[in-house]
């Protein structure tokens, strides 16, 4: 798989999500405002790549501040963080990266500008690397929840382009299937950016693991029919009770699983979790424009003047997760316990 994001000399390339699977183009960012562009139009996507987007992006605009003073480098710091922050509300990750980056800033204030700009740049780095390396944590964690040839069910896209590298409901499967497990998967096809069809299918096929995908709304007829064993999905927002923001769908999953007695597993870092917010009400859950559901492709489909509700995020209630699984280990219900123990661990 190629690299989601990375440095590229003094810039910062991605790969354009809108384009795949017609190919792999690298979109390029020079100022950090692209890279705010970039997010907020989809070009990069998924909460873990988000953040990673954000530490880089905010590391390039640190590097075009034309001074020598600390005072006036950390106030146009200060503005790009609160931009950067605007780009999209409801992965954490977001804002978790931009914490970290300005955090660095105040850590560093009797140091010279250019040094403070390097640490930056590094951070950045090192917010990539440790992003791989939990991904690979928490396939490992969620192995044991895998029983052999199991079929699973994913909605939209937590994989390798959802995050630095290898990704986190895909890391699990990845896991899975790098132990001979014998798994097979099935991809919601994920409306109205079609993750799940265009992204997951792409990826997991580049990997040969076995996939088909359906519409979302075949989830529950499968289900009834026992032909899917578990659920697992990425988290864009943990709030303190475990109540957890993903993709739009994921929560009716979530209730279908129950309904037939099948887990539902979200595997996230544990960077993902909020515990400022004491439950899922409190996760702001972005609305995007109606057009994305209007349109297939480049052609209008519905009648003309129609609107559309474009809600993006759902919170699925900790009642129904049977299980997180992150790169400190597996929490089982009760999440708030559980979450709260894995933070201070
Ligand atoms: O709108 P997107 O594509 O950014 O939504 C992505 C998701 O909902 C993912 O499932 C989530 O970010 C987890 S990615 C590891």
Redesign the pocket.
Known sequence: MVPTIQWYGKYIRMVDQRKIPSGIRWHFCRRYRDVIRAIRNMVI????A?GIAASMGLALGASSIRTVSVAVFRKRFGEMADEMLNARPT?VNLKWAVDRMSAMVDKMADSPVDTIKSALKQVSIDILAEDIECNRRIGKNGLSLIPRGATILTH???GSL??GGY???LGVIRAAHENEKDIRVIADETRP?L?GIRLTAFELMEDGIPVSVIVDSAAGYLMRQKKIDLVI????RIAANGDTA??IGTYQLAVLANANKIPFYIAAPLSTVDHALENGDMIPVEERSGEEVLRFGKKNIGPSGLKALNP??DITPARYISAVITEKGVIRPPLRRGISRLLKA
């Open positions: 996507r998924g909460a873990p988000i992965a939209c896209n937590a959802a995050t990704g986190t409901a950016w993750q999905t990425g988290a864009d993903n993709k993006s995020f």
